[in-house]
């Protein structure tokens, strides 16, 4: 069974920084792409930024300049870096991933979901 695991949030004033960490685990034997997503209360959840196998990275245009989204294929592990954080950053940050497991077709996966809390 596939599970996605994120580490790394937490609480920081405005102006800091925080790296979140997605690993997959399981008998994958194929990843085709992995994101972040945030859910505010009372908000819709959002796409925040994303990793495709081909060698592409999306990035909402309110993170751009400030997240960044790498993979690493070894540990099967998507970070998200996010410097200059915003009060409006805070959510709970959730990974999704398109996962091939062995013996199994492609699936869609998400994580437990992290708090993200920025002061003001």
């Known amino acids: 069974q596939v599970q996605l695991v994120e580490s790394g949030g937490g609480l920081v004033q405005s102006g800091g920084s925080l790296r979140l960490s997605c690993e997959a685990s399981?008998?994958?034997?194929?990843?085709?792409?992995m994101a972040w997503y945030r859910q505010a209360p009372g908000k819709q959840r959002e796409r925040v930024a994303r990793w495709h196998s081909g060698g592409t990275t999306t990035l909402a245009d309110s993170v751009k300049d400030r997240f960044t989204i790498n993979m690493d294929n070894a540990r099967n592990t998507v970070y998200l870096q996010m410097n200059s954080l915003k009060p409006n950053d805070t959510a709970v940050y959730y990974c999704?991933?398109?996962?091939?497991?062995?013996?199994?077709?492609?699936?869609?996966?998400w994580g437990q979901g992290t708090q993200v809390t920025v002061s003001s």
């Open positions: 399981g008998r994958i034997v194929g990843i085709n792409d």
């Open positions: 999704n991933a398109n996962i091939r497991e062995q013996n199994h077709a492609w699936q869609n996966y």
